[in-house]
Every structure is written in structure tokens, then in C-alpha cells.
């Protein structure tokens, strides 16, 4: 059966824009007790695609008066969660979850290297407020393609002062993560969050220097990916079901659709509840997760239904579904 997420009620009390393309949601639970969370944390928002009920998960970049705050990309090609955000006015009503966390982050090390790309920042946010809070050494890096469209870049700047180098694509600066990596203390750690190909620069160099692979966190957009997402094809033989994918919904999404129960959390490839048994693969499977490692994604015996998918073609799986 699906995970069991436990709705309450809330209410957008503002917007802003906090980049041109980035807007911050202020949002308080109505009928149900605000609850403190730790840097990293994500809550849950109900959402409606194409008039049919779904959620999508959110990081959380900071609170206010009893209430959390989020921030959102506005992403036309996106599969819906973005557009029907941002369509919200103010006083809108909500469902929600409280806050869970899958990207914890650990006090007490010696140094912090924090890194995101675009709209990765978003979980990083709340991290480098409270190593500021706690007075831990730390460095921000943050990746944009635009400076004129930097999200929270008044704030950030205004805060975290010296800390913080921004690297503009546009202005030809790329961050070079292995040297970034040596320049953190031995003991110290690297939280990121951003495109899959930063992830994969990140865990290639970290693993170059020979690092504890503990002390390096990660978090992914839970839609980025090496190829452009395509239609494709599910089979399920023990079921006799053949399932459609669209391009702009995901694989868990279609089987829910289908009557398919698959047990899902995080839907963003961190968690690994919706991993589903892959029999054959026509193609070839884009990995969006973070949760397998490389063996295991090269071993294609298993899928994280949540973001990853096949590259057009189809895939056959087994699932522990058993109708009743």
C-alpha cells in the first residue's frame, strides 16, 4: 500500500518573489499545531494536476510566526506541482503534512561545505542559517545561470557576508568541486543539492579523496536527469497490465493511476520505499535517484519509480502489489 501520510488543514498567509522565477510561500497549519523542524526538512503539499488530486514535496527554507515557509521554481515544462503553486493567491486554503526529513544535518564538525545549484538552495538555506546561528565554520556555494535571477541573493548575502561565492554560468564561473573539496578540513563534511551532474561530479571527487562517503549528504531536484524525459511503457505480466507513462507525469504517478499501490515517501529518489523490481528494459533507464549507488544503477535490476524512467520503449517490472 501507498505510504500513509497524515493530512491536516493550512492556509497561504503570503507570497513573495524571491527571483524572477522563484517565489516563497509562507504557510500556516490551521486546526493542527505547528511543529519545529531541523534544518533539511520537507513538508508535503497537496496539489491539483490536470483537476486530478496529487502532493509534491517541498523544501523547507525557514519559518515564521507558526508557520513554514517554501520556496517554488516556476516550471512550465515541469509535471504540474510548479503551475498549479503558483496559481494560488493569498488566503488560499491548503493540505499538508507536518515536516519530515530525509536530509538531515549533523553538528559538531570541525568545517561545512554547503553547495547548490538553482532552485537547490532551497534546503541549503536553512542549513547555513543555523551553523551561522551555531557558530560552526562553514563556506555557501551556490551555482546560478543568471545573477539577475539568484534566489534569496539580497538575503543571503546580507547574512552569510564572505561565506558565501556565487558562480554565475553566464559570467563563465563553474564550480570546480574537487578543489573545493580540498579546501574543506579533513573531518568536515559537504551537504549539496542540486542537478544530477553536480551530484555525480560531487560523489566522483569525493570518493577521489578518499574521504568517509558518510560525510557526504545529498540532495536532488527529483526531476533532473541526464535525458529529456520521453513516453513510455510499463508492463506488468503476473497483472497482464500494459501502462502508458506520459512525459510530464512519473512512473509511480501512472501506476497509482492505474489502480497499482506502490509504496512511496519522499518522491524526490531519496528514500528508496518506491523501488520497484525491473524484469526487462527495452531501453535505457534514466536514474534520477539518489538512493542507489553506481553498481546498482548499472545493474538496472531495480527502479525508483518516484523520478527515474525509461528512456521511450518500455520496461517490465514485478511489483509487490496483489489485487484484493
Same mark, same amino acid.
Given at each position: ?49 490536470? &483537476? ?10 525557514? #519559518?515564521?510566526?507558526?508557520?513554514? !515557509? ?27 503534512? @507536518?515536516?519530515?526529513? =530525509?536530509? #538531515? ?54 547574512? =552569510? ?8 554560468? @553566464?559570467?563563465? *564561473?563553474?564550480?570546480?568541486?574537487? &578543489?573545493? /573539496?580540498? *579546501? ?72 497509482? !493511476? ?6 512511496? &515517501? ?9 523501488? /520497484?523490481?525491473? /524484469? ?14 553506481? &553498481? ?6 531495480? /527502479? ?21
Amino acid at each position: 500500500m501507498p505510504q500513509i501520510l497524515n493530512w491536516s488543514d493550512a492556509r497561504l498567509v503570503r507570497t513573495r518573489d524571491v527571483a524572477p522565477d522563484v517565489r516563497e510561500f509562507e504557510i500556516a497549519p490551521v486546526g493542527a499545531p505547528w511543529k519545529a523542524f531541523a534544518p533539511g526538512s520537507h513538508i508535503n503539499i497537496s496539489v491539483l494536476i490536470d &483537476d486530478l488530486p496529487d502532493h509534491r514535496s517541498y523544501s523547507l527554507v525557514g #519559518s515564521g510566526d507558526a508557520t513554514y !515557509k517554501i520556496a517554488v521554481k516556476r516550471a512550465e515544462k515541469s509535471r504540474g506541482g510548479s503551475r498549479y503553486m503558483w496559481s494560488l493567491q493569498e488566503g488560499a486554503r491548503l493540505k499538508i503534512t @507536518e515536516p519530515r526529513n =530525509h536530509f #538531515s544535518l549533523d553538528f559538531g564538525k570541525p568545517d561545512y561545505l554547503l553547495v547548490a545549484g538553482g532552485i537547490g538552495i532551497t534546503p541549503i538555506v536553512s542549513m547555513a542559517a543555523a551553523l551561522r546561528q551555531a557558530g560552526h565554520k562553514y563556506r555557501l556555494i551556490f551555482a546560478n545561470r543568471e545573477r539577475t535571477s539568484v534566489p534569496f541573493h539580497d538575503e543571503l548575502s546580507a547574512a =552569510h557576508g564572505g561565506k558565501l561565492d556565487l558562480f554565475i554560468t @553566464e559570467e563563465g *564561473r563553474r564550480i570546480a568541486v574537487a &578543489d573545493e /573539496i580540498d *579546501r574543506l578540513a579533513p573531518d568536515g563534511q559537504l551537504y549539496l543539492c542540486g542537478p544530477m551532474r553536480l551530484i555525480e561530479a560531487a560523489k566522483a571527487a569525493w570518493k577521489a579523496s578518499g574521504r568517509p562517503a558518510t560525510d557526504l549528504r545529498f540532495e536532488t531536484f527529483g526531476t533532473t536527469g541526464h535525458h529529456a524525459p520521453e513516453p513510455f511503457v510499463v508492463r506488468i505480466p503476473r497483472l497482464g497490465k500494459e501502462i502508458g507513462v506520459a512525459a510530464n507525469e512519473t512512473m509511480l504517478h501512472a501506476l497509482v !493511476k492505474a489502480g497499482i499501490d506502490v509504496m512511496s &515517501d519522499c518522491e524526490r529518489g531519496e528514500c528508496g520505499l518506491c523501488a /520497484i523490481d525491473v /524484469i526487462a528494459c527495452d531501453t535505457e533507464i534514466d536514474h534520477r535517484d539518489v538512493f542507489f549507488n553506481e &553498481d546498482e544503477r548499472r545493474a538496472n535490476t531495480k /527502479i525508483c519509480a518516484c523520478v527515474s524512467r525509461a528512456i521511450g520503449g518500455s520496461i517490465t517490472i514485478e511489483t509487490a502489489y496483489r489485487p484484493g
